[in-house]
């Protein structure tokens, strides 16, 4: 199975900021759209950023302003930089290709926005 490696998760204060990296295999990387996706206890796994081969970047309406995803093609690794964090930010956060493939989710890294 194609490995995702999530990293960058902890517990933080909501106001706080992480960053979250993610690095694939290159096979993977380079030519697709990559997602952070998450999922929060008793809810669906939700996107929350995705950003293109090229750099073009959506996000969940909710974190808007406050996350931002980026890539660095030549590491074969994509961030997400989070600021302003909230308690409903709470969860574990994966990345994959976007749209999702099965195959490549990981164990995701766990994030927890509490005081």
């Known amino acids: 199975q194609v490995q995702l490696v999530e990293s960058g998760g902890g517990l933080v204060q909501p106001g706080g900021s992480l960053r979250l990296s993610c690095a694939a295999s290159?096979?993977?990387?380079?030519?697709?759209?990559m997602g952070w996706y998450r999922q929060a206890p008793g809810k669906a796994r939700e996107l929350v950023a995705r950003i293109s081969s090229i750099g073009i970047t959506n996000y969940l309406e909710s974190v808007k302003g406050r996350f931002t995803i980026s890539r660095d093609n030549a590491k074969n690794t994509v961030y997400l930089q989070m600021n302003s964090l909230k308690p409903e930010d709470t969860a574990v956060y994966y990345c994959?290709?976007?749209?999702?493939?099965?195959?490549?989710w990981g164990q995701g890294t766990q994030v927890t926005v509490s005081s």
């Open positions: 290159g096979s993977i990387f380079r030519f697709n759209t």
């Open positions: 994959n290709v976007f749209p999702g493939r099965n195959a490549y």
